[in-house]
Protein backbone atom coordinates (compact mmCIF):
# COMPACT_ATOMS: atom_id res chain seq x y z
CA UNK A 1 0.00 0.00 0.00
CA UNK A 2 1.77 3.47 -1.25
CA UNK A 3 1.02 7.02 0.23
CA UNK A 4 -2.41 7.81 -0.56
CA UNK A 5 -4.25 10.99 -1.27
CA UNK A 6 -2.71 13.63 0.86
CA UNK A 7 -4.89 17.07 0.66
CA UNK A 8 -2.50 20.15 -0.85
CA UNK A 9 -1.99 23.31 1.63
CA UNK A 10 -1.55 26.68 0.70
CA UNK A 11 1.92 28.44 0.09
CA UNK A 12 1.10 30.36 3.46
CA UNK A 13 0.85 27.41 5.10
CA UNK A 14 3.85 26.28 3.77
CA UNK A 15 5.93 29.23 4.36
CA UNK A 16 4.24 28.85 8.26
CA UNK A 17 4.91 25.13 8.75
CA UNK A 18 8.60 25.82 7.63
CA UNK A 19 9.27 28.83 9.87
CA UNK A 20 8.15 26.51 12.22
CA UNK A 21 10.37 24.02 11.77
CA UNK A 22 13.18 26.72 13.04
CA UNK A 23 12.21 29.26 15.47
CA UNK A 24 12.26 26.62 18.49
CA UNK A 25 16.12 26.00 18.42
CA UNK A 26 17.15 29.64 18.50
CA UNK A 27 15.11 29.96 22.30
CA UNK A 28 17.28 27.73 24.46
CA UNK A 29 20.94 27.41 23.51
CA UNK A 30 21.22 30.68 21.38
CA UNK A 31 23.63 32.37 21.05
CA UNK A 32 25.84 31.34 23.81
CA UNK A 33 27.70 28.64 21.24
CA UNK A 34 28.58 31.44 18.44
CA UNK A 35 29.52 33.92 21.04
CA UNK A 36 31.82 31.35 22.40
CA UNK A 37 33.51 30.56 19.74
CA UNK A 38 33.93 33.52 17.71
CA UNK A 39 33.64 36.26 20.28
CA UNK A 40 33.50 39.29 18.34
CA UNK A 41 33.42 37.89 14.94
CA UNK A 42 30.25 36.11 16.07
CA UNK A 43 27.99 38.67 13.45
CA UNK A 44 30.19 37.40 10.91
CA UNK A 45 29.31 33.98 11.74
CA UNK A 46 25.79 34.22 11.71
CA UNK A 47 25.23 36.09 8.31
CA UNK A 48 27.29 33.03 7.16
CA UNK A 49 25.19 30.54 8.71
CA UNK A 50 22.18 32.32 7.19
CA UNK A 51 24.03 32.49 3.45
CA UNK A 52 24.96 29.46 3.97
CA UNK A 53 21.13 28.22 4.90
CA UNK A 54 19.59 30.28 1.58
CA UNK A 55 21.80 28.72 -0.76
CA UNK A 56 21.12 24.94 0.60
CA UNK A 57 17.52 25.55 0.18
CA UNK A 58 17.74 26.85 -3.25
CA UNK A 59 19.75 23.50 -3.81
CA UNK A 60 17.37 21.18 -2.05
CA UNK A 61 14.50 22.68 -4.51
CA UNK A 62 16.42 22.48 -7.43
CA UNK A 63 16.03 18.80 -8.26
CA UNK A 64 12.46 17.71 -6.62
CA UNK A 65 10.81 18.99 -10.04
CA UNK A 66 10.63 16.19 -12.93
CA UNK A 67 11.51 13.57 -10.14
CA UNK A 68 8.83 10.70 -8.90
CA UNK A 69 7.28 10.51 -5.45
CA UNK A 70 5.45 12.10 -2.80
CA UNK A 71 7.91 12.25 -0.12
CA UNK A 72 11.71 13.58 0.10
CA UNK A 73 12.67 9.33 0.82
CA UNK A 74 10.66 7.74 -2.48
CA UNK A 75 11.94 10.80 -4.98
CA UNK A 76 15.52 9.45 -3.61
CA UNK A 77 14.98 6.13 -5.09
CA UNK A 78 16.03 7.79 -8.75
CA UNK A 79 18.71 10.06 -7.78
CA UNK A 80 20.92 7.25 -4.86
CA UNK A 81 19.24 4.06 -5.41
CA UNK A 82 19.70 1.89 -2.36
CA UNK A 83 22.10 4.71 -0.83
CA UNK A 84 18.79 6.86 0.06
CA UNK A 85 18.39 4.59 3.11
CA UNK A 86 21.91 5.03 5.08
CA UNK A 87 20.97 8.93 3.84
CA UNK A 88 17.80 8.56 5.38
CA UNK A 89 18.73 6.55 8.65
CA UNK A 90 21.06 8.97 9.18
CA UNK A 91 18.48 12.05 8.71
CA UNK A 92 16.35 10.17 11.31
CA UNK A 93 18.90 10.06 13.69
CA UNK A 94 20.11 13.53 13.67
CA UNK A 95 16.31 14.68 13.98
CA UNK A 96 15.88 12.49 17.29
CA UNK A 97 19.00 13.72 18.60
CA UNK A 98 18.19 17.27 18.09
CA UNK A 99 14.78 17.17 19.03
CA UNK A 100 15.10 14.94 22.58
CA UNK A 101 17.84 18.00 23.26
CA UNK A 102 15.63 20.86 22.18
CA UNK A 103 12.54 19.54 24.62
CA UNK A 104 15.09 18.69 27.45
CA UNK A 105 16.81 21.89 27.37
CA UNK A 106 13.13 23.20 27.55
CA UNK A 107 11.98 20.86 30.10
CA UNK A 108 15.00 21.93 32.14
CA UNK A 109 15.01 25.53 31.79
CA UNK A 110 11.34 25.45 33.19
CA UNK A 111 11.84 22.82 35.99
CA UNK A 112 15.07 25.08 37.04
CA UNK A 113 13.31 28.40 36.40
CA UNK A 114 9.93 28.48 37.01
CA UNK A 115 9.02 25.35 38.24
CA UNK A 116 11.92 23.69 40.95
CA UNK A 117 9.17 21.62 42.62
CA UNK A 118 7.72 20.00 38.90
CA UNK A 119 9.81 16.61 38.07
CA UNK A 120 11.71 17.46 34.53
CA UNK A 121 10.31 14.65 32.94
CA UNK A 122 6.37 15.79 33.85
CA UNK A 123 7.23 18.77 30.97
CA UNK A 124 9.06 16.33 28.83
CA UNK A 125 6.26 13.69 28.50
CA UNK A 126 3.36 16.29 28.76
CA UNK A 127 4.71 18.43 25.65
CA UNK A 128 5.56 14.78 23.78
CA UNK A 129 2.29 13.71 24.21
CA UNK A 130 0.54 16.46 22.72
CA UNK A 131 3.25 16.16 19.93
CA UNK A 132 2.31 12.41 19.48
CA UNK A 133 -1.03 13.45 19.11
CA UNK A 134 -0.85 16.65 16.54
CA UNK A 135 1.31 14.25 14.76
CA UNK A 136 -1.24 11.46 13.96
CA UNK A 137 -3.13 14.20 11.98
CA UNK A 138 -3.21 15.03 8.79
CA UNK A 139 -0.74 17.74 6.85
CA UNK A 140 -3.81 20.42 6.58
CA UNK A 141 -4.96 19.84 10.57
CA UNK A 142 -1.10 20.46 11.39
CA UNK A 143 -0.19 23.45 8.91
CA UNK A 144 -3.62 24.87 9.92
CA UNK A 145 -2.18 24.82 13.34
CA UNK A 146 0.78 25.93 12.47
CA UNK A 147 -0.89 28.94 10.48
CA UNK A 148 -2.84 29.83 13.51
CA UNK A 149 -0.10 29.44 16.46
CA UNK A 150 2.75 30.77 14.62
CA UNK A 151 1.76 34.39 14.15
CA UNK A 152 1.17 34.88 17.87
CA UNK A 153 4.70 33.44 18.52
CA UNK A 154 6.64 35.48 16.47
CA UNK A 155 4.16 38.76 17.61
CA UNK A 156 4.54 37.89 21.42
CA UNK A 157 8.39 37.97 20.86
CA UNK A 158 8.71 41.21 19.31
CA UNK A 159 6.24 43.52 21.51
CA UNK A 160 8.50 41.96 24.17
CA UNK A 161 11.54 42.31 22.27
CA UNK A 162 10.81 46.20 21.43
CA UNK A 163 9.82 46.67 25.48
CA UNK A 164 13.30 45.36 26.16
CA UNK A 165 15.78 47.48 24.51
CA UNK A 166 14.87 50.03 27.30
CA UNK A 167 17.89 47.76 28.30
CA UNK A 168 20.08 47.85 25.43
CA UNK A 169 22.91 49.98 26.62
CA UNK A 170 25.94 48.41 24.84
CA UNK A 171 25.78 48.67 20.88
CA UNK A 172 29.53 48.90 20.72
CA UNK A 173 29.75 44.91 21.68
CA UNK A 174 26.47 44.03 18.88
CA UNK A 175 29.33 45.46 15.90
CA UNK A 176 31.41 42.96 14.30
CA UNK A 177 35.67 42.61 14.26
CA UNK A 178 37.20 44.82 11.96
CA UNK A 179 39.87 41.89 11.78
CA UNK A 180 38.19 38.37 11.26
CA UNK A 181 39.38 35.18 11.82
CA UNK A 182 38.28 32.44 9.70
CA UNK A 183 39.15 29.57 12.08
CA UNK A 184 36.56 31.15 14.88
CA UNK A 185 34.34 31.96 12.37
CA UNK A 186 33.63 28.66 10.57
CA UNK A 187 33.94 26.86 14.41
CA UNK A 188 30.48 29.23 15.02
CA UNK A 189 29.27 28.11 12.04
CA UNK A 190 29.55 24.32 12.69
CA UNK A 191 27.71 25.06 15.69
CA UNK A 192 25.26 27.07 14.55
CA UNK A 193 24.16 24.49 11.76
CA UNK A 194 21.22 23.18 14.33
CA UNK A 195 18.81 26.09 13.37
CA UNK A 196 18.86 25.19 9.97
CA UNK A 197 18.01 21.05 9.54
CA UNK A 198 14.96 21.49 7.70
CA UNK A 199 16.24 20.51 4.22
CA UNK A 200 13.63 16.75 4.40
CA UNK A 201 10.66 18.81 5.35
CA UNK A 202 10.75 21.37 2.73
CA UNK A 203 11.39 18.70 -0.10
CA UNK A 204 8.24 16.36 1.12
CA UNK A 205 6.18 19.56 2.21
CA UNK A 206 6.66 21.29 -0.60
CA UNK A 207 5.69 18.60 -2.91
CA UNK A 208 2.24 19.12 -1.41
CA UNK A 209 1.79 22.64 -2.30
CA UNK A 210 -1.54 22.90 -4.24
CA UNK A 211 -1.36 24.91 -7.79
CA UNK A 212 2.69 25.86 -7.99
CA UNK A 213 5.98 25.19 -9.16
CA UNK A 214 9.35 24.17 -7.49
CA UNK A 215 10.53 27.72 -7.97
CA UNK A 216 7.32 29.06 -6.47
CA UNK A 217 8.11 27.17 -3.49
CA UNK A 218 11.69 27.71 -3.40
CA UNK A 219 10.60 31.21 -2.28
CA UNK A 220 8.43 30.57 -0.54
CA UNK A 221 11.06 28.26 1.33
CA UNK A 222 13.86 30.95 1.37
CA UNK A 223 11.43 33.93 2.92
CA UNK A 224 10.48 31.63 5.88
CA UNK A 225 14.98 31.44 5.88
CA UNK A 226 15.23 34.92 5.82
CA UNK A 227 12.33 35.70 8.16
CA UNK A 228 13.72 33.09 10.93
CA UNK A 229 17.21 34.93 9.84
CA UNK A 230 15.76 38.16 11.09
CA UNK A 231 14.27 37.02 14.31
CA UNK A 232 17.35 34.72 15.00
CA UNK A 233 19.67 38.46 14.48
CA UNK A 234 17.19 40.06 16.61
CA UNK A 235 17.59 37.48 19.81
CA UNK A 236 21.59 37.90 19.11
CA UNK A 237 21.32 42.03 19.17
CA UNK A 238 19.01 41.73 21.85
CA UNK A 239 21.59 39.19 23.99
CA UNK A 240 24.57 40.98 23.12
CA UNK A 241 23.43 44.91 23.51
CA UNK A 242 21.56 44.13 26.58
CA UNK A 243 24.04 41.56 28.74
CA UNK A 244 27.32 42.27 27.18
CA UNK A 245 28.98 39.25 25.70
CA UNK A 246 30.55 38.04 28.88
CA UNK A 247 27.15 37.64 30.76
CA UNK A 248 25.47 36.56 27.27
CA UNK A 249 27.77 33.71 27.21
CA UNK A 250 27.57 32.04 30.92
CA UNK A 251 23.85 31.99 31.15
CA UNK A 252 22.10 28.90 30.07
CA UNK A 253 18.99 31.16 28.82
CA UNK A 254 19.44 34.49 28.12
CA UNK A 255 16.55 35.51 26.39
CA UNK A 256 14.68 34.11 29.71
CA UNK A 257 16.71 36.53 32.19
CA UNK A 258 15.62 39.25 30.17
CA UNK A 259 11.63 38.93 29.46
CA UNK A 260 11.63 37.80 32.89
CA UNK A 261 12.62 40.80 34.54
CA UNK A 262 10.60 43.21 32.18
CA UNK A 263 8.21 45.03 34.22
CA UNK A 264 5.09 47.28 33.91
CA UNK A 265 3.98 48.82 36.38
CA UNK A 266 0.84 50.29 35.52
CA UNK A 267 -0.35 46.82 33.66
CA UNK A 268 -2.91 44.13 34.67
CA UNK A 269 -0.07 41.70 34.14
CA UNK A 270 3.29 43.52 36.00
CA UNK A 271 5.28 41.11 34.61
CA UNK A 272 4.55 40.12 30.63
CA UNK A 273 7.46 38.74 29.53
CA UNK A 274 6.23 35.14 31.58
CA UNK A 275 3.18 35.02 29.03
CA UNK A 276 6.94 34.17 26.50
CA UNK A 277 6.56 31.26 28.21
CA UNK A 278 2.84 30.04 26.50
CA UNK A 279 4.38 31.06 23.18
CA UNK A 280 7.66 28.74 23.40
CA UNK A 281 5.70 26.10 24.82
CA UNK A 282 3.62 26.05 21.36
CA UNK A 283 6.41 26.96 19.61
CA UNK A 284 8.08 23.52 20.48
CA UNK A 285 5.35 21.73 20.48
CA UNK A 286 4.48 22.84 16.71
CA UNK A 287 8.33 22.06 16.07
CA UNK A 288 8.62 18.66 17.29
CA UNK A 289 5.16 18.11 15.27
CA UNK A 290 6.21 19.52 12.39
CA UNK A 291 9.70 16.84 12.40
CA UNK A 292 7.98 14.22 13.68
CA UNK A 293 5.13 14.75 11.13
CA UNK A 294 7.73 14.87 8.31
CA UNK A 295 9.13 11.93 9.26
CA UNK A 296 6.17 9.48 9.14
CA UNK A 297 5.14 10.48 6.14
CA UNK A 298 8.00 9.81 4.54
CA UNK A 299 7.95 6.20 6.65
CA UNK A 300 4.60 5.59 5.36
CA UNK A 301 5.42 6.58 1.49
CA UNK A 302 9.03 4.39 2.21
CA UNK A 303 7.44 1.12 3.85
CA UNK A 304 4.26 1.39 2.40
CA UNK A 305 2.36 1.33 5.56
CA UNK A 306 -1.45 2.50 5.96
CA UNK A 307 -2.44 5.88 7.66
CA UNK A 308 -3.42 3.71 10.73
CA UNK A 309 0.41 2.94 10.20
CA UNK A 310 1.68 5.94 9.98
CA UNK A 311 0.13 6.91 13.57
CA UNK A 312 1.57 4.36 14.90
CA UNK A 313 4.89 5.30 13.71
CA UNK A 314 4.31 8.12 15.58
CA UNK A 315 3.59 7.00 18.68
CA UNK A 316 6.95 5.03 18.01
CA UNK A 317 9.15 8.19 17.27
CA UNK A 318 7.85 9.19 20.56
CA UNK A 319 8.49 6.67 22.69
CA UNK A 320 12.22 6.44 21.17
CA UNK A 321 11.74 10.82 22.18
CA UNK A 322 11.14 10.07 25.52
CA UNK A 323 13.92 7.41 25.51
CA UNK A 324 16.75 9.58 24.72
CA UNK A 325 15.78 13.09 26.35
CA UNK A 326 15.51 10.64 29.52
CA UNK A 327 19.24 9.90 29.15
CA UNK A 328 19.85 13.78 28.93
CA UNK A 329 20.40 14.65 32.46
CA UNK A 330 21.95 18.34 32.25
CA UNK A 331 21.70 21.19 30.02
CA UNK A 332 25.07 20.49 29.39
CA UNK A 333 25.21 16.99 28.41
CA UNK A 334 22.26 18.16 26.12
CA UNK A 335 23.79 21.26 24.46
CA UNK A 336 27.48 19.14 24.25
CA UNK A 337 25.14 16.71 21.71
CA UNK A 338 23.45 19.23 19.79
CA UNK A 339 27.23 21.43 19.75
CA UNK A 340 29.62 18.63 19.16
CA UNK A 341 27.54 15.70 17.37
CA UNK A 342 24.41 16.66 16.04
CA UNK A 343 25.65 19.64 14.20
CA UNK A 344 28.98 18.50 12.47
CA UNK A 345 26.93 15.43 11.29
CA UNK A 346 24.41 17.13 9.69
CA UNK A 347 26.44 19.73 8.30
CA UNK A 348 28.47 17.23 6.28
CA UNK A 349 24.95 15.30 5.45
CA UNK A 350 23.29 18.51 3.92
CA UNK A 351 26.08 19.70 2.27
CA UNK A 352 27.06 16.69 0.64
CA UNK A 353 23.64 15.37 -0.61
CA UNK A 354 22.89 19.47 -1.14
CA UNK A 355 25.55 19.86 -3.77
CA UNK A 356 25.18 15.70 -5.46
CA UNK A 357 21.32 15.75 -5.86
CA UNK A 358 21.02 18.41 -8.33
CA UNK A 359 23.70 16.57 -10.49
CA UNK A 360 22.42 13.67 -10.14
CA UNK A 361 18.78 14.74 -10.80
CA UNK A 362 19.82 16.21 -14.12
CA UNK A 363 21.10 12.55 -15.15
CA UNK A 364 18.11 10.70 -13.90
CA UNK A 365 15.91 13.09 -16.42
CA UNK A 366 17.71 12.11 -19.45
CA UNK A 367 17.53 8.60 -18.48
CA UNK A 368 15.17 6.87 -21.19
CA UNK A 369 12.18 5.83 -19.79
CA UNK A 370 11.60 2.13 -20.50
CA UNK A 371 8.66 1.60 -22.95
CA UNK A 372 5.60 -0.38 -21.59
CA UNK A 373 5.09 -3.77 -23.67
Known amino acids: MSLGPVEPISRSQFFFITSVSIVAGGVYIWPQAVIADSGQDAPWAIILSIGMALGIVWLQTAWPSGIPGATSLTRMTALWGWVRWPIFATTTIVYFALDAAVITLFSQMLHMEF???TPRWVFELSA?????WLGGKSLVQVTRNAQWWFPLIIGSFLVLAIMSLVNFHQGDAVLPSAIIAIGPIFKALVSTWYLWIQGDI???LGAHVKETSWRQ?????LFAIGFQGMVI???YVLVVGTLGPSMAQ??????????SNLTIQTAFISKPGLLIIIAWVIALIMYETVHLFTL???IQDGFSLSDRGRVISVWAMVSTLALIASQLTTPLVATHLVLHWVDPTALALTVTTSILAPMLARRARRVPKPRAT
Open 250 to 259: TLEWPMVYIF
Open 296 to 298: SLN
Open 233 to 235: VII
Open 217 to 221: VRAWA
Open 202 to 204: IVT
Open 115 to 117: YPL
Open 128 to 132: LAIVG
